[in-house]
Every structure is written in C-alpha cells, then in structure tokens.
C-alpha cells in the first residue's frame, strides 16, 4: 500500500460509506488490503509450523487434527436442531469451535486435509446450517450477551476467513448479515457498558473479521480506530493503568483473565494489521508493549499466573493458573514478532526463563501435550536458540495500587497479596463461578517457596476452607454462597488501601472492613529480604462470632514442629497455649515475637474438582491461626513469615528479639524498624507519630538508611486525596541528593522536614527521595 497515507485511505473508505465506487475485487485497491489482512490472519494459525508438518511432534499433532476433522465432517447429519447427533442447538461453543477446528485442519499444512475442497465445502454448509437454525439476522438473543456478539460470531468468521474461496456468494451474505444484526457498527461508538477493555478488543476482532469476509473498508477502519481506548492509560474503570494494574468489571484486577484475552487479541490485531492502512499506531502499540512488562510480567511467577489476578475463574479447573500463564507467554512470544527489538529480545528471554523454573506443568511438554501447535513451536525455537538467555526471576517490589494488589520477590520466594478497597471488590463471582470466594480481599497473602510452584494449582479452591484463606482477617460469620453483589460489585469503603514501596521494599496497609460483616481492621504487611512482618490492629466486630487471623493455610502433609516439639494431633497439646515460632517442613516458618496463642489443625479437605474436573477430590491442610474471640473489640497481632526458612533459621529468628523493633500496632499507625537493613516502616492510619517519623496527614512512609551515608525516603497517599502532605524524619541530614517533581520544599540539618504536593493526583504511587546523611 506504498504511495497512500493511513489518512487517505480511511478517507477512502469514508467515500464507500457515500456511495462512491470503490474496488473491492482482487487487484484492486481494498482488494489488495484484504487479501493481505486474509493471508495474515490465515498465517496466525499456519506460520508457527510451516516448514515443520513432517518433524515431530507437528507431524503426530496436525496428523490427529486431520483424523479428527475427517470423523467431524463424516458425521455431520444437518437437522433442524442440531448439526452433529446429540449436540442440540443453541450449542453455542461446542458447535461453532468443531467448525473452526476443521477449518484450521482444512489451512494447517500436514493434516491430510490441507486445502481439501470437500472439507472447506463441508465447513461453509456447515457454518450456514447453524447461521440459519440459531445464529440468524432477525433472531433473539437469549442468554448471555457474550454468545451473540463474541463467543460464536469470532469463531464463526474465524472459520469463514480460513475457507473464504468456497464461501458461496449467499453463505457470506447470510453470515455478515447475521453478525450485522448482532453487532451493529454503533456497538463500538461508544466505550462503555460491556463494550470496554478485553470485551471491547473481541469486539474489534468480530468488525474487522467481518470486514474481512464481505471486504468492507469501513469497518476495518473502524476496528482498528475502535481499539484506541483500550490503548490509553485510564484512571477508574476498566482497562490499563500506569501503576500495572488491569481492571475488567470496574472492580475486578483481571491480567489473569480478561487482560490475557485483551493481550492474546492485541497480539493477533497487531500481527494482521501491520502495514496495512489500518495499522494500529505506533503510540498506541506503545501502550501495550509497557504493559507485558508492567501488568502481565509481575503477576507471573515461574510461569503461572498468580490467582490474585484471576478474577472468578480461578477455581475452573486444577492448574489453571499455570494454564492462564502459558497462554499470557503465548501471546507475548506473538507479539514480540511485530516488536521493536528491544523488546522482543527481552520477552523472549523472560518467556524462556518461566518456561525453564516452571517444574509443575512443562510449558512446552503442556503445550504439545494439549495441541497449541503455535506457542510450542514458537517456545521450541526461543528454547533452542542459544543467543537467548533464560531470564532469571526478577528480585523486588511491584506495588499496584489502583488494584489492591502486590507482588514481592527476593532469593528463593516469592509473595502476592490481594486486599480490597473502595473501588477493588472483595471477590467476583457470576455465572456460577467463584461463589465461596468471599474472603479473598481480605489480605490474603498467597507465598510459593522453591519447589512449591502447584501449592494454589492443585484442587487448592476446591477444597480449601474458604473462611481460611491465607494472611486473611475474617469473621467466622457463615456466607451464602455468592454473597454480596455479583461481578465483582463488593467494594468495601475503606478508602487506605495500598502503601509505599522503592521498588526492593515495601510497607503495605489495608484498613479492612469484612463481607457483610461489622469487623473492622487495620493490617500491615512489611516486605523484606527474606521475611513478611505482619501486624494487625483495631480489630473489632459486633458479629456475634469469633474471628479470626489466618497465619497460613497450606495444601500439605507435611510435618508440623510449634516450639521445637513435633505437633501430631489436630490441634496443638492441651496447655500448650503461648507459642513463640512453628515451622512447617519443607515449606517455611512462623515467628510470634513474644509468643502468642496459636492454634493448628491439620485436616484432609474434599470438595469438587471444579468445573473441568471430574469427580471429588480430597487434599492435606495444616492450618494456623490465632483466634481474638467473639466480638473483638481492639484485638491485634504480629507475627514473622519466613518463606523457605530451615528449622534452625525459624529457631534463632524467634530468639532475637531485636531483629525487628514494633514501633506502633494501633489502629492510628503501624510500623516497624528493622536495624539490619536500615528500614523504617509506617502506615499511618490518621496523623501522628511512630518512631522517628512524624506524618501531618494519613500515608505509608518507607526510610532507608544505606551503608554509603545516604538514605531514601518514599511516601504514598493510598486514599488518593491529599492535597499536601509534610513528613517529619528526627534524624540529621545533610543534604537533599534527589528529589522528586510532587516535593515542594525540603529542609535539613537537625531533622528533615520534606513537603509533598498534589499527592492525590499520583494514584496511590510511590515519590521517593534520597538525602545524605553523612557528616559534614
């Protein structure tokens, strides 16, 4: 398309809309641009294994796709109800996926089929009869809107694209006019309803499939301009954030689910679309590209993608969090194709890296193993190429804010916490699913030592008591299932959610008010080199029940030791009551500075596999908690995580009680000093002071002092409404090294005084500043 500006051509395809003669024929002008966007779309299915149908394990795969499309083809029986015996319409995924699966047998070198007229024939009557029974201009949408205008029409012009030459001229005008009446050309006029984030790039991705089938300039034009919201950063609602955050039904952080959808049909939108007039822009591919290492890259953990970003699917099948991390590097090893090479050299090396540590589920045995013929042979040449490196886990702090979320990594363990606030839900659950996670948004603090990569994976939602969640507050109130509002509609008001990190450490709060529920606390997580201090305070209910803090709830069989004595019953020995530290073999340990009332139950839990899973299936427990009674009215705690930690560590960590120093647990602060590594920690809940820190105003303040005489101040405004904010620290400071653009006024000598203006704009950010401590 050299000699035409993306300008002019749309322009162009302005003019067809006002009745100008516009050729759409093969030669023509439009003609060309579509039978590129048609090769291109056919491509993302067969360049991954062009050249490779004869070596294995393509040549197995593609021999078994085409084994399967011949008995899909001989058994069609065309009726009035159905198209295949025992598969009664409406069948909105079965039906329409068996078409596109012949159809990719039908463009798929190897399979025995490839470029088969009788099997492409076979597909477009098949693609018409169910066009004409159910998915018909003029027809009711009934159920789920999702199955009319993404669900079936995607995978029906998928598989019309792929066998576009024996599309009778009636077929193709019978199927356009059929998504024309589901989704209209006004369906993308306004970024709204359920017309934003992943939605709205299926959205995209039906237009332009239907431009392609009937050659319509206009609506490609309008696909690829339809994209644009999604490509920009938001500040409320659905869609990427600049802190990391995804969010998909206003409330729900969603990388793990619809953002893997929006990533996987970016990815796809950007390989078609390139070079053609309707070639997303540069500064909008920009967008996305900072959001592989940004959104998607900090909730993967050795592959799999952390639950705390999946939304009310994690529960659908065992593993589907490892699954949801295949199909995130799948789409990021497509997208590195049409990247700059910057980025493509370093998603390569990251994919290669989670494909390397992730010893739970192989990524590429999986991936041969469920037929993904494009991400195993695109993984198989990164895997191969020895100019790639496998990219070690990233160490520190990735803090998102807008979503309640953060994730923690050091040497040998990794840490992700999921709170709720007043605009993140507790927990989503609709259309069945998820109805039993009321609590996940109560500070659960999921952890994966070395070597614990299925410890969430295995049946752990089906079977794990759910009022026992790991790092929750809860009250022991029964639920219904699906309490609160459905699709994620469960926002709590505490408005101090999120805290202040310097990209090693991190002090994170969350004033937490419980599901239907009158408890109320103030928790505190401080993230460390090889350890998370906990701290709780202000806990209160009128519930009439216990609650309870949950320690940990682990998926194990493994030994239990409370107090250097082996623990075998259910619960801890009669009398035992104070413990001071207990550490789980193989897993890690717990430290009580003081000592504190424990309580252990190991336990073996059944529950249903999920909805993929057939079955009952049954797992070992140990959990520990400390219980702060019925009605709490100023309840606390502290306790020490140490992921990975030996016994011996466990032992001498509970015996040095000047590790770390609690500078306040009230429900007006909470922080902490850990003398070793020049950290100081406060979240203040209110004004005040903690230590050596003095807030005007409520903020997570994180000082640390370095060995070279400087020292770093971070703060954050987690309730997103300060105007101005003065941190005090009673310390001598020299000098201010570097500032930061929102800090107004410093002073030192004696103390520092920093001044920080229009925090509330930065959205729960962390500003961070570095001072010298050194002597004059």
């Given at each position: 398309m050299r000699g035409y500006t993306r300008r002019s051509l749309l322009v162009l395809g302005g003019a067809a809309a006002a009745g100008a003669v516009v050729p759409v024929a093969a030669g023509g002008l439009w003609g060309d641009a579509f039978a590129v966007l048609r090769r291109r779309w056919t491509a993302l299915t067969t360049d991954p294994v062009s050249g490779q149908a004869t070596l294995p394990p393509y040549r197995e795969r593609l021999a078994e796709l085409g084994r399967e499309a011949a008995r899909l083809r001989d058994t069609m029986a065309p009726g009035p109800t159905s198209l295949w015996p025992g598969m009664p319409y409406p069948s909105f995924n079965a039906t329409p996926a068996r078409l596109r699966s012949m159809a990719r047998a039908y463009v798929?070198?190897?399979?025995?089929?490839?470029?088969?007229?009788?099997?492409?024939?076979?597909?477009?009557?098949?693609?018409?009869?169910?066009?004409r029974h159910v998915y018909a201009a003029g027809a009711e949408a009934r159920g789920n809107w999702w199955n009319w205008q993404i669900g079936v029409p995607k995978a029906l012009l998928d598989a019309a694209v792929l066998v576009a030459p024996h599309l009778t001229s009636r077929q193709a005008d019978g199927l356009r006019d059929a998504v024309d009446h589901f989704v209209p050309p006004r369906r993308l006029y306004d970024y709204s309803g359920n017309s934003t984030g992943a939605n709205r790039v299926d959205l995209c991705t039906v237009m332009l499939l239907r431009a392609v089938l009937g050659a319509d300039p206009d609506r490609a034009a309008l696909a690829a301009?339809?994209?644009?919201?999604?490509?920009?950063?938001?500040?409320e609602g659905d869609g990427f954030y600049r802190d990391g955050s995804f969010i998909q039904h206003t409330y729900v952080p969603y990388q793990g689910g619809y953002g893997l959808v929006a990533l996987a049909g970016l990815a796809a939108l950007f390989a078609v679309l390139r070079g053609t007039p309707w070639e997303i822009p540069e500064h909008e591919r920009r967008v996305l590209h900072d959001s592989v290492d940004g959104s998607f890259a900090p909730v993967i953990h050795d592959?799999?993608?952390?639950?705390?970003?999946?939304?009310?699917?994690?529960?659908?099948?065992?593993?589907?969090d490892h699954r949801r991390g295949r199909m995130i590097a799948a789409s990021i090893l497509l997208l590195a194709e049409t990247a700059p090479a910057a980025d493509r050299e370093r998603w390569r090396a990251m994919v290669k890296g989670w494909a390397?540590?992730?010893?739970?589920?192989?990524?590429?045995?999986?991936?041969?193993?469920?037929?993904?013929?494009?991400?195993?042979?695109?993984?198989?040449?990164?895997?191969?190429?020895?100019?790639?490196?496998?990219?070690?886990?990233?160490?520190?702090?990735?803090?998102?804010?807008?979503?309640?979320?953060?994730?923690?990594?050091?040497?040998?363990?990794?840490?992700?916490?999921?709170?709720?606030?007043?605009?993140?839900?507790?927990?989503?659950?609709?259309?069945?699913?998820?109805?039993?996670?009321?609590?996940?948004?109560?500070?659960?603090?999921?952890?994966?030592?070395?070597g614990h990569g299925d410890q969430y994976s295995d049946s752990f939602w089906a079977t794990v008591d759910p009022y026992r969640l790991p790092g929750t507050t809860v009250s022991t109130k029964r639920l219904p299932d699906g309490a609160g509002a459905g699709w994620g509609d469960t926002c709590p008001p505490g408005r101090w959610v999120g805290g202040a990190s310097d990209g090693a450490y991190a002090a994170v709060g969350q004033h937490l008010n419980g599901l239907d529920s009158t408890m109320e606390a103030f928790k505190s997580w401080f993230f460390l080199d090889d350890a998370v201090l906990c701290l709780g305070a202000g806990i209160r209910s009128e519930d009439g029940v216990p609650v309870e803090t949950v320690v940990d709830n682990r998926r194990t069989g493994a030994p239990l030791t409370v107090d250097g004595t082996r623990v075998a019953a259910d619960d801890l020995p009669e009398g035992t009551g104070v413990a001071r530290w207990a550490h789980l073999d193989g897993h890690g340990g717990y430290v009580l500075?003081?000592?504190?009332?424990?309580?252990?139950?190991?336990?073996?839990?059944?529950?249903?596999?999920?909805?993929?899973?057939?079955?009952?299936?049954?797992?070992?427990?140990?959990?520990?908690?400390?219980?702060?009674?019925?009605?709490?009215?100023?309840?606390?705690?502290?306790?020490?995580?140490?992921?990975?930690?030996?016994q011996e560590r466990t032992r001498a960590r509970a015996a040095d009680p000047g590790w770390a120093r609690v500078l306040a647990n009230t429900s007006r602060a909470q922080g902490v000093h850990v003398p070793s590594l020049g950290l100081t920690g406060v979240n203040f809940w209110h004004p005040g002071t903690a230590g050596p820190l003095t807030a005007s105003a409520p903020c997570a303040v994180l000082l640390r002092e370095l060995p070279d005489g400087t020292a770093t101040l971070?703060?954050?405004?987690?309730?997103?409404?300060?105007?101005?904010?003065?941190?005090?620290?009673?310390?001598?400071?020299?000098?201010?090294?570097?500032?930061?653009?929102?800090?107004?006024?410093?002073?030192?000598?004696?103390?520092?005084?920093?001044?920080?203006?229009?925090?509330?704009?930065?959205?729960?950010?962390?500003?961070?500043?570095?001072?010298?401590?050194?002597?004059?």
């Open positions: 798929l070198p190897g399979t025995g089929l490839t470029g088969d007229a009788g099997l492409a024939s076979a597909v477009a009557a098949g693609l018409d009869h169910y066009r301009s339809a994209l644009s919201p999604v490509l920009r950063y938001v500040e592959g799999f993608c952390m639950d705390l970003a999946g939304g009310r699917g994690v529960g659908r099948r065992p593993y589907g390397a540590r992730d010893t739970a589920r192989p990524m590429l045995g999986t991936a041969e193993a469920e037929g993904d013929l494009g991400f195993h042979a695109r993984l198989a040449a990164v895997t191969a190429d020895e100019r790639i490196p496998a990219a070690p886990e990233p160490a520190g702090h990735r803090l998102l804010p807008m979503s309640a979320r953060a994730v923690h990594r050091a040497p040998g363990w990794c840490a992700g916490l999921s709170m709720a606030s007043y605009r993140v839900g507790h927990y989503e659950h609709g259309n069945g699913e998820n109805l039993r996670g009321w609590h996940t948004g109560s500070g659960m603090l999921y952890w994966w030592a070395e500075p003081g000592g504190g009332p424990l309580r252990v139950l190991r336990e073996r839990r059944a529950g249903a596999g999920g909805a993929e899973a057939a079955g009952a299936v049954a797992r070992d427990y140990v959990t520990l908690w400390l219980d702060h009674g019925a009605d709490p009215r100023d309840a606390a705690y502290v306790y020490l995580l140490l992921p990975g930690a030996t971070t703060v954050a405004d987690p309730r997103c409404d300060l105007d101005e904010l003065t941190v005090t620290w009673r310390r001598p400071v020299t000098a201010l090294v570097e500032g930061h653009p929102l800090l107004t006024r410093a002073t030192t000598g004696p103390a520092l005084t920093a001044r920080f203006d229009g925090l509330a704009g930065h959205l729960g950010a962390s500003c961070t500043i570095t001072l010298s401590t050194a002597s004059a």
